[in-house]
């Protein structure tokens, strides 16, 4: 089985802090992804990554910044935690080409405070 | 541009009678799509998908969902509800298209099994 994992489940963070939230896929998936999870909002993409050392913006990059070194380790980034980035986290990985599905991680919920 | 649209944030339905989640979609072309669940405090988890052929695609716990092309429709469906299939539940679209698999996915639709 695909395994995505998470480094914290539940993340708590003072506004202004760095906050780095790090994914491990074991499937030797090409494509990585940062989804954010709002209510109402469904899943928003903020940044994906299909090789190491390459990233594209999704639809929300604006406040984050993410890196691969890696091809199973993906991390996000916020330089200066916000408030208004209290959510929950997603990761997940797939094979790069064809009508595959997407595999997800349990999430990290963070707080800003 | 691709996106999908759940129109009801939330369904109900008593245990043992049939269920449907709805989700239409606007892509040029033809579509992937996808359902997924997500139980409380967890990741998505894949429940089916279509790609092509066959318009009722059957996946996971039961669960099946038909593509319907004129309508631009992909309802999920079970024919008798469990109180385990209580979850949140999303649609998602890819374009195929495009090579980069990036998924547009569904505001969710949160489904209550009452025993």
């Known amino acids: 089985d695909v395994k995505v994992t998470q480094s914290s489940r539940y993340l708590v963070k003072r506004t202004g802090e760095k906050v780095f939230l790090e994914c491990v896929q074991d499937m030797d998936h090409e494509n990585m992804f940062w989804y954010r999870q709002d209510p109402g909002l469904g899943l928003r993409l903020i940044y994906f990554?299909?090789?190491?050392?390459?990233?594209e913006k999704g639809d929300i990059p604006e406040g984050y910044s993410v890196s691969r070194e890696k091809k199973e380790r993906f991390s996000l980034i916020l330089e200066s935690a916000s408030t208004n980035q209290t959510s929950m986290y997603l990761c997940?990985?797939?094979?790069?080409?064809?009508?595959?599905?997407?595999?997800f991680g349990p999430g990290t919920r963070l707080t800003v405070t | 541009a691709q996106s999908v649209a759940q129109p009801e944030d939330q369904v109900n339905v008593a245990e043992g009678n049939p269920l449907t989640v709805k989700c239409t979609y606007s892509?040029?072309?033809?579509?992937?799509l996808f359902w997924y669940v997500q139980y409380p405090n967890r990741g998505l988890q894949f429940l089916l998908k279509y790609i092509t052929g066959d318009n009722l695609v059957k996946g996971s716990y039961g669960f099946e969902a038909e593509f319907n092309k004129s309508q631009t429709s992909f309802h999920l469906k079970k024919p008798s509800a469990l109180v385990s299939d209580s979850a949140l539940y999303f649609c998602a679209v890819r374009n195929p298209r495009y090579n980069n698999n990036d998924m547009r996915f569904g505001a969710g639709t949160r489904l209550t099994v009452k025993p």
């Open positions: 997940a990985s797939t094979i790069q080409e064809g009508p595959y599905e997407q595999y």
């Open positions: 892509v040029s072309g033809n579509p992937y």
């Open positions: 990554s299909y090789d190491v050392k390459m990233k």
